[in-house]
């Protein structure tokens, strides 16, 4: 016996639409019934780009795809400022809602969205697709089996992809007029609901946000000035400076006095210290003991190599040089004049990768190391996956 298909409609030619209408065409019980966008001319192209079935109506106004009797349901990708409007009304006609995340602005919009659905008799479902996959019902019933897992004791969740010019000008996802959550509704949405989900939905007691964010002209900007000796990593770093009990900052120095001026008014330096035009005052400085350089990968050479001549100590931020020739010279010079090489990959000279190093190498509580996977990510994620 053939299983029973429903009845979906779609609202909006959202880019995810294109995903999940390819799934649902894939689907044993489920058929692409109608599309309604703003303009006919759109929903029409949509349907065409998207293969749909010759029998999908085309229209060109939402309430037309709601007010259809052959759709039974209705997936919403729409931007999320219209969720709580389309998700009613869809309500309100009897159909069930498949809802595209983040499901609402607010707690408030949610409740008004979930209450329509139950008063009106229909079922509602976000569209978090991992969410609903066997495989996620799989990692459940490992991760409540405390003789194959354990205790949960952390949970670090990434989710990224590359955001170019256009996406930082024109996607709606950072618009506040559309989607005001931004990437925390985005991105955020996988990895707060994964942790969520991890812990049995028990709500964090203390949430921390790291600061600096990445605005795009429609909210602030997006420009992150890149100045030489005043990158951005030097702000974070410059921060852990003035916290650190056994540091001072003395100097900076950027081909600019200008623009070291406004870095150290921004960054809070100490009114002791010294602001230069250039690196090589900053080398002259007899206060100077160390020298942080976050500066191209490409000036490290020659910047190390004066610095240490200079017998000044070098932290040198990451990527330390283009090749192992270039850095086998840093290493030299800063050997040769006796003074102390640091690399800046902040993690390895934290306590906790001590313990975790204590942590791996204890047969007894860890076992044998078969594989590793290793994600760093922003805008630009990179992913190792290694396998011993």
Known sequence: ???????FGILGCANIARKVS???KLAPNCAITAIGSRSIEKASQFAAENEFPASAKVYGSYD??????????VYIPLPTSLHLRWAVLAAEKKKHVLLEKPVALNVKELDTILEACESNGVQYMDATMWMHHPRTAKMREFLS????????????????YVGGPEFLKDDIRIKPDLDALGALGDTGWYCTRAILWANEYELPKTVTALPEPEYNEAVIRNDLTRILGCATIARKV????????NCNISAIGSRSIENASKFAT??????????????DAVLNDPDV???????PTSLHLRWVVLAAKKKKHVLLEKPVALNVKELDAILKACESNGVQYMDATMWMHHPRTAKMREFLSDP???????SVIWSRAYFFSLIFDFVI
């Open 64 to 73: 037309a795809v709601l007010d259809d009797p052959d759709v039974e349901a």
């Open 364 to 370: 007894q509580r860890f076992g044998q190391l078969k």
């Open 145 to 160: 089996d405390p003789q194959r897992f354990g205790q949960l004791k952390s949970v670090h969740s990434i989710f990224s």
């Open 289 to 295: 003991d160390a020298v942080y350089i976050p500066l």
């Open 266 to 279: 921004e960054n809070g330096f100490p009114a002791t210290a010294k602001v230069y035009g250039s690196y």
């Open 22 to 24: 390819r799934a649902m």
């Open 1 to 7: 016996m053939a299983e029973t298909k429903v009845r």
């Open 238 to 245: 410059s921060r852990a400076m003035k916290l650190a009990p």
